[in-house]
Nanobody, 127 residues
Framework: QVQLVESGGGLVQPGGSLRLSCAAS????????IGWFRQAPGKEREGVSA????????YYADSVKGRFTISRDNAKKMVYLQMNSLRPEDTAVYYC????????????????????WGQGTQVTVSS
């Protein structure tokens, strides 16, 4: 049974950092592309970042470029999102999701291509 479990969220001051983790089980992670999404109160879920299987191409939303870094450790079946220079507008529930196969620029921000989702972890950026 495929399971994704996010962790690492919390309360942080503006300008601070957090590292989110996503633990995958029940799958061969190297065969999957991984995405991070977030959903703020009253807003739609949006793509934050993704990393493709195979060539490992990474994608970032414009709002997080230069501040967030996605990475993966296939052997440990872990995916990470390092978030630096956090802003109040980064406050949201963050979700990881996986897709069997490669990820492309046209697909990565869409929720439909992803097969499995975690339950999310809350990130709150506030002074």
């Amino acid at each position: 049974q495929v399971q994704l479990v996010e962790s690492g969220g919390g309360l942080v001051q503006p300008g601070g950092s957090l590292r989110l983790s996503c633990a995958a089980s029940g799958m061969e992670l190297e065969a999957h592309s991984i995405g991070w999404f977030r959903q703020a109160p009253g807003k739609e879920r949006e793509g934050v970042s993704a990393i493709s299987s195979g060539d490992g191409v990474v994608y970032y939303a414009d709002s997080v470029k230069g501040r967030f870094t996605i990475s993966r450790d296939n052997a440990k079946k872990m995916v990470y999102l390092q978030m630096n220079s956090l802003r109040p507008e980064d406050t949201a529930v963050y979700y990881c999701a996986t897709r069997l196969g490669i990820m492309t620029f046209r697909m990565w921000k869409q929720q439909g291509p992803y097969d499995n989702w975690g339950q999310g972890t809350q990130v709150t950026v506030s002074s």
